[in-house]
């Protein structure tokens, strides 16, 4: 089998060349990534030394390139992990989500009809679904959720899953789509919320934490992941969306305590700063349907995962000091600057 991994240099694709390489040897995975600021060589190193794996760097809402790559290759199975994927950006200038997120896929699935492949596996996010209340814990998104996007990144997945799902109806393209909870674990960048943290409290910095705190999310570690979307592309049902997540739902401020707490660091670091406009309260991804049909269960309980991920980002110092090193202070100084200095403690 040959397998197509878009965004593979990223967090969680990153780690998706990792499980496929030791769980599926015999396959062969060819990782295609513009390398844009999420896009990490470092990530790839121990994989490019693999002869199973193949690094193509390119675009993919660039039509000739993606349909020349599929005319060389013939891959069995495209999954597209290729996104711009932080709300914040999507705040400051959608364009370039739309540009990816929606055309991007188009260009895949249409690559795909022409040269014919097994399977299309889009990688999506609870984040389609909107949010829920605080006061309802008993609410949970199912498949059957209506699509209710708050951010223009939300806004971006949703128009992406929809198209799939028509290029499914209209073209029978054997599609499926995993709609997954807020990842966590090894090569994640530092500008979302866990990594962040872990980097700043390091340095003794101040801590931004948005609002109050007391924002929801659904935390999964990355492998358990990885492996949901292995099953889905290659045992799920065709034209199926299917929910991951492991019931592990912590407010901001208790991640953010946890954390602290395991690296010996005082709450005071913790900054409360203006809140990020159209804010989604709370996700919580009801995973009976991947259970169910296909067995999956989360592996890694959180006190378990957090404890790893905070070994990783201290003993790969390099890999996320680079990172920090270049481009992204100026990203941090425009976006947190006039934030913590109007922050309320
Ligand atoms: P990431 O930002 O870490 O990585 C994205 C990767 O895509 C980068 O390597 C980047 O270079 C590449 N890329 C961006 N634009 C591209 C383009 N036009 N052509 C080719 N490559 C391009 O993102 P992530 O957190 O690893 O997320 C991966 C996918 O999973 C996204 O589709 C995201 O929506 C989805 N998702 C993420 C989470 C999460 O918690 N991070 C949760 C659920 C779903
Ligand atoms: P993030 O990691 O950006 O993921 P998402 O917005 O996709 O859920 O943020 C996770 C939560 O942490 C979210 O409620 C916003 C909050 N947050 C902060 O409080 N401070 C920060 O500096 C960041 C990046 C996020």
Known sequence: MKIIVTGGAGFIGGNFVYYELENHPEDEIICLDKLTYAGNMETLSKAMENPKFKFVKGDIADREF??????????DIIVNFAAESHVDRSIENPEIFLKTNVMGTQVLMDACRKYGISRYHQVSTDEVYGDLPLDRPDLFFTEDTPIHTSSPYSASKASADLLVLAYYRTYKLPVSITRCSNNYGPYHFPEKLIPLIISKALDDQPLPVYGKGENV????????????????????????????????????????????????????????????????????????????????????????????????????????????SGDYQNYYQKMYGNRISNAKQ
């Open 66 to 75: 993606v349909y020349q790559l599929f005319e060389s290759e013939k891959p």
């Open 217 to 324: 999310r659904d935390w999964l570690y990355v492998e358990d992941h990885c492996a949901a979307i292995d099953l889905v592309m290659r045992k799920g049902k065709v034209g199926e969306v299917y929910n991951v997540g492991g019931h592990n739902e912590k407010t901001n401020l208790e991640v953010v305590k946890t954390i602290l707490k395991q690296l010996d660091k005082p709450e005071s670091l913790i900054t409360y700063v203006t809140d990020r406009p159209g804010h989604d309260m709370r996700y919580a991804i009801d995973p009976t349907k991947i259970h169910r049909e296909l067995g999956w269960l989360p592996k890694t309980k959180f006190d378990d995962g957090i404890k790893q991920t905070i070994d990783w980002y201290l003993n790969n110092k390099e890999w996320w000091q680079n990172i920090l």
